[in-house]
């Protein structure tokens, strides 16, 4: 999927990406003045906080059935709750991170501290000197098409996480995929979406991230 | 600045971020074509591969004069020199990394195979106990305010790599900005870009990109 395309949201009614984009932002927003005390927030002061509009955020309310009535302001606790309900953060989605380099160590201690639903199962790498070695509680084992398939069919894991070279990215995530993988976080820089399709993918791409600071550093007093 | 927020392009004229950030794609892209021998592309294939439309790349060339003629092709190395020198990948950017846990050494690991421009000049982490150990060939030293003062005082640098918590962003933010500071890579979750104006900052959010994982693995299949 691409920024453009679309998900299901309450009542089957079509959700865009940059709507769904928006979800977790709010969801760390009410975490965060939930534990400042607040009890009550307008969609007016949420808008000022986060640099949205007011009606832009009840717009993506709206979509999941708006969340309580304008005016009155929203119940800081129970509209945590329910847009994490929306994203899913108490489900039980199993992971499977492919690529235990530094990259990869970050990723999966990441996970263990975010409250997102997903939960690392098995770690695979193909160099054999980390076998074994414990990740984030987790052994490190050997990334082999024997181990990776015995693994799936035992764990059953429906997301990847992939820290892997480009190179290496379009044969194991073709194998990932018909092994059950329906979701990737993939910081490969292969272009998975592009190749295959009825899979989500989420690309975190730190080369064009780090190259767009560059020409804005370089370019900053242009004008 | 924000994504839809303008730099200069050739002779003054506005270019948007959305221009900017496919300035990466398609010099990545050149990247790998080049590397497969390729000498000549049209704008038409380019696309293709790119998943992109042959106007929109030709309407992102015309923000830097062109590169040019239509109906020839573009000569890929050529084309990628042209880019990379907008981007500014043969500059001389100096960085420094705050926060050295795992997430800060897989940053700084990619700063050093990426040909960005951004060259890192010091390592600094409030953990006593990282001081003095190396990361790519730099000693990590300890941060307090009279370390970075004088290490910013003497290298100059002018972009900074945040790989610390967001409760801390604030301070070291007004701290480096104080110092010099232009550029942030920001994976802190702490958002400078509302707070500090006349800086440019990227950030890498990888609880939100997380979330909207977990939101699109959760509702697939929805419609």
Redesign the interface.
């Known amino acids: ?1 691409t920024d453009d395309t ?3 949201g309450k009542n ?1 009614r ?1 959700v865009s ?1 940059y709507v ?2 928006r ?3 709010y ?2 927003f009410l975490d965060e003045i939930a534990a400042e005390g607040e009890q009550k927030i307008s969609s007016f002061e949420m808008a000022s906080r986060m ?1 949205l509009t007011a009606s832009q955020i009840r717009q993506d309310f709206n979509h999941f059935g708006g969340f309580g009535q304008q005016g009155y302001g929203y119940d800081v606790i129970q509209l945590r709750g329910e847009i994490g309900k ?4 108490k ?1 039980q ?1 199993r992971a499977v991170l492919i690529g235990a ?3 990869g ?3 999966a ?3 263990g501290y ?1 409250d ?3 939960q690392l199962t098995g770690v695979f790498d193909i160099n054999p000197d980390l076998q074994n070695i414990d990740l984030c509680g987790i052994k490190i084992s050997l990334f082999t098409n024997e181990n990776i398939a015995a693994f799936c069919k035992r764990e059953r894991p ?2 990847a996480l992939l820290c892997i070279p480009k190179e290496a990215t379009q044969l194991v995530a073709s194998t990932l995929i018909s092994l059950g993988i ?4 993939n910081f490969s ?1 292969y ?1 998975i979406s ?1 190749n295959f399709k009825d899979v ?1 993918v ?1 690309d ?17 007093g ?2």
């Open positions: 999927m679309i998900a299901a089957g079509k990406q769904i984009r979800l977790p932002k969801y760390r640099k929306i994203i899913g953060v489900n989605n380099g530094n990259l160590k970050a990723v201690m990441h996970l975010v997102s639903g997903v429906t997301i329906k979701g990737f976080w820089h272009d592009a989500f989420e975190v791409n730190l080369t064009d991230s780090l190259l767009t600071l560059a020409y804005n550093v370089n370019h900053n242009d004008d």
